[in-house]
């Protein structure tokens, strides 16, 4: 027993190092170099949103499986192994001699698994638990192959299922090097031999098949993951995003107001909605045809999100009219940015076939909670202060107070 228990320090050394590495930043504040970053749909409008499109579509680990998702497989595999192989090793007595050695190895793996997925807050290791929880599950496997036979255990189907699950919720290269550890681990624990008849020709066969066949899982699993990704991301594109201006559509902005309404109703900080109606759509549209429309709305698209900040949430509200949502800005920020997107169309010149033309922005703007409670209360007002100024000549920026005193109702579109 000299041997596994040198085996098993050396084990314990490299996991304890491992995890110093990945917990050593998150205990100083600054992120942690192993964090597993969520890929998020390349498309204009989510560009530096990760946050917001992990809160209004649902938080998905690289772009993959949802993290309760991937909680709840991780317990049921590993208690299932846990406890069925102890069950196995005790009946059937294949392994007299390592029996104890055995049930204590996996008595630890379960109360890894217990301090990990239920003592720690799920956010104290964050991303760094799929970095974690690999090292210590391809140790523990490693130190069963050696107890159960060495390469003639029947246990190394577990290195597929670790990298199988591995490749959902990590990158290629992550998945790449957990692969390797696996292979290496699965190495020393076939060649470690306790039964001194040493390895023969035939061992060293089944052990570089077993090698080919964990290298080909390991490569079909990155590419099922990768194209489960981009599965997704379309999914998400279609769903989330208007594929004329690149903004966000009616239903991702209503979610996120509601959030944002949520949000600062726990915080106590305020935040600001911009409506902004572009004027004389219609008659570019009858003049120039709807191409050259287009071509303004999906120009009037860019301007917007080239001037919104990456925490924004600006979305096409319908044909002509567009909304951004300002987290913790008050009425004066609200202002001074709806103003640098009305300046941005006025001074544009749109190409229309042989000529050009030009547009403005008729803004109307808002803040949570003095001019509405609720987000139907917020689009009301936003839509009164937005007509106010179109009322007031169009190409201006007007605040809900201006709206409360103007008169009449919703000006018609001139053409």
């Known amino acids: 027993m000299g041997p596994v228990l040198l085996l098993l320090l050396i084990a314990v050394i490299g996991n304890l190092a491992l995890m110093t590495a990945v917990l050593a930043p998150t205990l100083l504040g600054r992120p942690s170099p192993f964090a597993v970053a969520r890929e998020v749909p390349e498309v204009p409008a989510m560009q530096g949103m990760s946050g917001l499109v992990g809160d209004g579509v649902g938080t998905f680990i690289n772009g993959g499986v949802p993290p309760a998702a991937y909680d709840r497989v991780v317990r049921i595999a590993t208690w299932v192994f846990i406890l069925s192989t102890a069950a196995l090793v005790v009946i059937t007595g294949l392994w007299p001699d390592t029996q104890i050695a055995i049930l204590a190895l996996l008595a630890l793996a379960g109360t890894f698994m217990l301090v990990v997925h239920e003592l720690l807050p799920d956010r104290f290791l ?20 050696m107890l159960t036979g060495g390469n003639a255990s029947p246990f190394f189907f577990a290195y597929p299922v670790i990298v199988a699950g591995a490749a959902l919720v990590v990158s290629p290269l992550t998945t790449l090097v957990i692969a390797t550890a696996a292979s290496l681990g699965y190495v020393l624990g076939s060649v470690a031999d306790f039964s001194g008849r040493g390895l023969t020709t035939t061992d060293v066969a089944g052990i ?208």
Request: include cysteine; charge should be neutral.
């Open 126 to 145: 964050g991303a760094t638990k799929f970095i974690v929880e690999g090292s210590a599950a391809i140790t523990f496997v490693s130190l069963l192959i």
């Open 208 to 415: 570089g098949f077993n090698l080919i066949a964990l290298v080909l899982l390991s490569y079909v699993a990155m590419v099922i993951a990768r194209e489960q990704r981009r599965s997704r991301e379309a999914a998400i594109r279609l769903s989330t995003v208007d594929s004329l201006t690149g903004l966000f559509n009616r239903a991702f902005f209503f979610a996120a107001l509601e959030r944002e309404v949520q949000r600062s109703a726990r915080s106590g900080r305020g935040f600001c909605l911009l409506m902004m109606d572009l004027d004389g759509l219609k008659a570019i549209n009858d003049r120039y045809g709807h191409f050259q429309g287009d071509r303004v709305l999906r120009r009037v698209g860019e301007i917007i999100r080239a001037g919104v900040r990456r925490i924004d949430v600006a979305a096409r509200y319908g044909g002509d009219e567009f909304v951004v949502v300002l987290p913790e800005t008050d009425p004066t920020g609200g202002f001074v940015l709806g103003e640098k997107i009305r300046q941005g169309v006025a001074e544009q010149i749109f190409p229309a076939g042989q000529i050009s033309v030009r547009t403005s922005l008729s803004v109307g703007v808002v803040a949570y909670p003095h001019d509405g409670a609720t987000p139907d209360e917020l689009m009301i007002s936003a839509d009164q202060a937005m007509y106010a100024s179109k009322r007031t000549g169009k190409n201006r920026v007007a605040i809900y107070t201006e709206a409360e005193t103007a008169v009449g109702g919703r000006p018609e579109e001139s053409v």
